[in-house]
């Protein structure tokens, strides 16, 4: 069974600085999907990037990228330029690329604040 | 495109009654997964229909049974409710076939449930 573990339970950032928020996963599968969610308030799980293992790119949306390193199993997540917007809990996520299996594994989350 | 709702948002119920909770996904989505948030175990899943049936299923008791209708709506049942049972209950939609991980899962706001 896939676990994902997100070692960070609370982060603060002054707001325009960049933080980065770690996960680390163990899986016996060589094809699989990562995630990180915001959770807001609100409560609707936003997702904010995603990253193919069989990629070697990280990605990156905007103020968000990625530091994958398969070989390791980290997936951490870097937001630059933070804003009071990016208040939030943080969830990595883990699902097989197996063809039918869309469960998601979540991590326990990080909670980020920002400071003004 | 109308997001994934979810209905009731908020719900209160006697220990030993049962609950049903609803999650309309986003249109032309195929799959719906369900999942249980709390603050002790986090994010936990719990079953995914596709296409009426059901395809993925947790580690919960048989007390969480779920169904899907040919409009991809999807229910959850809880019967005998524990004060365990008080938690946030998400679904997500997805297309249900090999993009799924490309494209990530859109989440309802939940339905927050609440056993006394």
């Known amino acids: 069974a896939q676990t994902v573990t997100q070692s960070q339970p609370e982060m603060s950032v002054q707001e325009a600085e960049t933080v980065t928020l770690s996960c680390t996963y163990d899986t016996s599968e060589s094809d699989y999907y990562l995630f990180w969610y915001k959770q807001p308030p609100s409560r609707q799980m936003i997702l904010v990037i995603r990253q193919e293992a069989y990629k070697q790119q990280n990605a990156t949306e905007n103020r968000f990228s990625v530091n994958f390193q398969k070989a390791a199993k980290s997936f951490s997540l870097k937001i630059s330029d933070s804003q009071l917007g990016d208040a939030a809990m943080y969830f990595c996520a883990y699902r097989s690329a197996n063809f039918g299996n869309e469960k998601l594994t979540f991590g326990t989350g990080t909670r980020l604040t920002i400071i003004p | 495109k109308a997001g994934v709702t979810q209905t009731p948002r908020y719900l209160i119920k006697t220990r030993g009654q049962q609950v049903t909770l609803s999650c309309s996904p986003i249109?032309?989505?195929?799959?719906v997964s369900w999942y249980q948030q709390t603050p002790g175990q986090g994010l936990q899943f719990l079953f995914e229909y596709f296409s009426e049936t059901q395809r993925n299923k947790g580690n919960f008791p048989g007390r969480f049974s779920g169904r899907q209708f040919s409009n991809s709506r999807s229910e959850m049942n809880v019967s005998t409710l524990e004060l365990g049972d008080s938690a946030l209950y998400l679904c997500a939609s997805s297309p249900g076939t090999g993009t799924s991980g490309v494209y990530g899962y859109t989440f309802g706001s939940g339905t927050r449930l609440t056993v006394v």
């Open positions: 249109s032309g989505h195929r799959s």
